[in-house]
Structures are given as C-alpha cells and as structure tokens.
C-alpha cells in the first residue's frame, strides 16, 4: 500500500506506517487521515505483522488538520451538521479505533505536533520523541475547547491539561516525558531507528500475550472513565463550533496558519 499521503511498509513482523505530506509539514487533509485509516485496518488483520509504528517524513510530525482544504461534506457552506458529520467519523472514530488495534504501536515525533496532531500520537501505545518535539493545542484560541478527541486530561493530568489548552503554549518533550505522555526522548537524527528497535524488542513477545497486557491497560482506563469521557467531551467541542459559526463563520475566530507559525517558533 502506497498512496499520495501515506507509505506502508512490513518487516520482521513490524508494520511502518509513514504520513508522507512533509511539504505541508504532514498536515491533515480528509485524503490523508483516510489513507491513514487504511494503513491501521491493513496492519490490524495481517497476521505477520506484530506492531505498528507510526513515523513522518520531514522535520515535522503533524502541523494539525489542513483547514485550507476545507470541509468534503459541505463544499459550498458549512453547517454544525456538516461539521460534526465529518469530524466524528474522521477524528473520534478513527482515532479511537487506532487506540483499540490489537496490537501494540509506537509513534515517533520530532518537530511540531500540533492539535489534530495529537490525534495521531496518542491513540498510540507508546511515544518516542526526538529532542526537538513540541506538543501544542492552540485551539482556544479559536474559541473552541480543545481538539475532537480530549486525551489532555489523561496524558497531561488536569493541571496541565488545562495549561497548555488556556495558554496554548508547546511544551517539550522532556516536559512531556516527566508526565508520561512520552516513552523516551532521543536525538533526532535517531528517532526512527530507536523507534524501530522498541518495536523489534516488543515484536519478540507472544502475540496473544501482548494483545491481552494492551487490553488490560485500556480496559482499565475505561473502566475509570476514558471511554465515556472522550464521547461527551467530543459534544463539549462541537459547542465550539457553533460558536465560531455564530460569531463569525467556521473553522476559525482568528488566522489559524499564523498561529501555527507562532508556535513552531517556542
């Protein structure tokens, strides 16, 4: 499988799913976060394959959703129904169905990962960061709460959840690490091999054994609330949009790119 915006790679039992975009600094269109979609169903039902790792060409892992390209559903205007049509399919189904793949996976981050960004890491197992990783959501700034699918509180603890989603400030990897979001923190130059060679040593484990320890971590955290948390906090942001439609027309309050140029530069 190889497509406009994702490469797709398997050996030694190891799926290699690559966002291929780095000339929009891997910025999500609907294309791309389908073919993304593909990628893990594809990686889900082989059977040779043990673990996925999710990496990015470019010196960033994800600028967010591309709003230049707008919304499919409503090409002419719009619409909160239109909205939440897309997003609920794309955001919080996608990536809640990446996060329950019977298989362990490891995304790699270096550069920005910003907003939709943290879409595509967090359903992950496991994170490695290169040094140079910065994780932001600076859609309040937007008048919107925070992206479609809220893993802040879990990954960051309330505190500062809700200082990176007031402020909208990045904060790095080694931060990101001393919380537990991030796995490891390696040099740039080496994300990829170390990432790989996470999945090789997880890859030499029983299948249905590492199957289970995933579903008991996941089970337990739903049990806590995850699950139900996710759902109602995706109604919270769609709330969001029916104020940005209310105030001034949809996606955004102010200009979202010159945002993302700010916080490339922390």
Not at 87 to 111: D, F, T
Not at 233 to 252: K, N
Request: hydrophobic share 45%.
């Amino acid at each position: 499988m190889q497509t406009e915006f994702i490469l797709y790679d398997v050996a030694d039992n190891i799926a290699t799913i690559t966002l291929n975009r780095p000339e929009a600094a891997n910025a999500q269109n609907m294309p791309l976060l389908d073919d993304l979609d593909e990628a893990w169903c594809r990686a889900a039902d082989d059977p040779d394959v043990k673990v996925i790792v999710l990496q990015a060409n470019g010196k960033h892992f994800s600028s967010g959703h591309d709003l230049k390209a707008g919304d499919p559903s409503q090409p002419a205007k719009f619409t909160l129904a239109g909205i939440i049509a897309t997003e609920s399919k794309r955001y919080l189904e996608y990536s809640l169905r990446w996060r329950n793949v019977p298989k362990p996976s490891i995304a790699a981050v270096q550069g920005v990962c910003i907003a939709g960004g943290l879409l595509l890491c967090w359903p992950c197992d496991l994170i490695v960061a290169a040094e140079n990783a910065k994780f932001s959501d600076p859609v309040v700034a937007m008048g919107i709460g925070g992206v479609e699918y809220h893993g802040h509180t879990w990954e960051l603890g309330p505190r500062l959840a809700k200082e990176i989603l007031f402020t909208g400030r990045a904060i790095t990897a080694d931060e990101a690490k001393k919380v537990g979001m991030v796995s490891r923190v390696v040099p740039v130059d080496d994300l990829h091999a170390e990432a790989r060679k996470l999945a090789a040593e997880i890859a030499t484990k029983h299948p249905f054994a590492l199957r289970q320890a995933k579903r008991a971590v996941n089970q337990t955290l739903d049990v806590q609330g995850f699950y139900a948390a996710i759902q109602s906090v995706f109604d919270v942001h769609q709330t969001g949009h029916g104020h940005a439609l209310s105030e001034g027309g949809y996606p955004i309050l102010i200009n979202l790119e010159d945002m993302k140029k700010e916080v490339a530069k922390t």
